[in-house]
């Protein structure tokens, strides 16, 4: 359980790579369509993302950041967060490492800038009563995914365990809130899930976790475009000392935070308990570096082999130029 002054290493059941909903939905904040204009800070927050919706409750940035306007940008997954990033609707993202890396790698020009956490946020799933207690069992099934987030990079590492590959399955590719509804209606086979919405499907619907391995999860990346890194590192700064600050607030805070995932989410609090205190660690290092590289170094031959990324020569380099751990190492939460 969290104590009031330090993390445990995991905070409740798996949270993504992605979120709730398949976008935002009425009464969110809508998507930014047009550039910056100066002064103005346009960021996501996700349900995956709990140090996202610290921030965005208590408005530390629009209290701090005086005369800048602050934009909210609801992040359905990681797939979404890159497709803001590429299309210049955000400037900070946050996404899945592997995500991360698929992006970069693909020539969306990001850097990640803080760790926000490193979650067990996605796992193989079947609905109950299913016959699949197996990888192996899933050759020739409909797997629901989301392609480009963590869940799907998941699901090919589980195949490749498993001595299968990405064809030996079929991918119904749908956003995380659909494959939910999709297994539980029976459509698919299994479902390659992402917290919170993998957790209330077990405890809400029975849906039980196939196969969980901790290791192919990567970590969450808050990234920023780099034209942005260059050109406002003040406010790149202090959305890493907003992220450092939020991490020391949910360690003090763990009922609070629970409360606020179910609030935001709609979720029940059980449900939100077993997201954050069970598959979540927040008391980590924030510097994105050696640990998450080596996760990273795991994942990037399948995003190869499953033609993920243009080429292994690109994600050889995205991998070597994809931090910038200055911002994190010099946060703070005065």
Request: hydrophobic share 45%.
């Amino acid at each position: 359980m969290i104590s009031r002054r330090a993390l445990p290493q995991v905070l409740l059941l798996p949270v993504l790579l992605a979120g709730l909903t398949t976008g935002c939905v009425a009464g969110e904040d809508a998507t930014a369509a047009a550039p910056p204009a100066a002064g103005e800070l346009r960021i996501d927050y996700a349900y995956y993302n709990p140090l996202s919706l610290v921030i965005r409750e208590q408005r530390w940035l629009e209290q701090g950041l005086k005369g800048t306007k602050v934009t909210w940008v609801l992040s359905a997954g990681s797939n979404k967060a890159n497709e803001n990033l590429r299309g210049d609707a955000v400037d900070l993202g946050s996404t899945a490492g592997a995500a991360a890396l698929q992006a970069r790698a693909n020539g969306t020009p990001i850097k990640a800038v803080t760790v926000y956490t490193k979650p067990e946020w996605a796992a193989l799933v079947v609905a109950k009563g299913s016959p699949i207690t197996e990888v192996t069992q899933l050759k020739g099934k409909k797997v629901a995914a989301t392609k480009g987030t963590d869940p799907y990079f998941f699901l090919l590492q589980s195949l490749k365990a498993a001595g299968l590959a990405g064809v030996d399955v079929e991918v119904v590719n749908l956003q995380h809130a659909d494959g939910k509804t999709a297994l539980e209606r029976g459509d698919v086979d299994a479902w390659a899930g992402l917290d919170p919405l993998m957790a209330q499907s077990q405890i809400e619907s029975g849906s039980t976790l196939v196969h969980r391995e901790p290791g192919f999860n990567s970590y969450g990346f808050l990234n920023a475009r780099e034209d942005f890194i260059r050109e406002h590192p003040e406010l790149v700064q202090a959305v890493a000392d907003a992220y450092q600050r939020a991490r020391e607030w949910v360690g003090e805070h763990p009922d609070e935070t629970v409360a606020l995932l179910a609030r935001e989410a709609k979720l029940a609090p059980e449900v939100a308990g077993v997201v954050l205190k069970e598959r979540t660690e927040v008391d980590l290092s924030p510097v994105p570096g050696a640990d998450q590289r080596a996760v990273l170094e795991r994942i990037l031959p399948t995003l190869v082999e499953e033609n993920q990324v243009r080429s292994a020569e690109e994600a050889r380099a995205a991998l070597d130029s994809l931090f910038e751990p200055s911002f994190a190492q010099k946060a703070n939460s005065s």
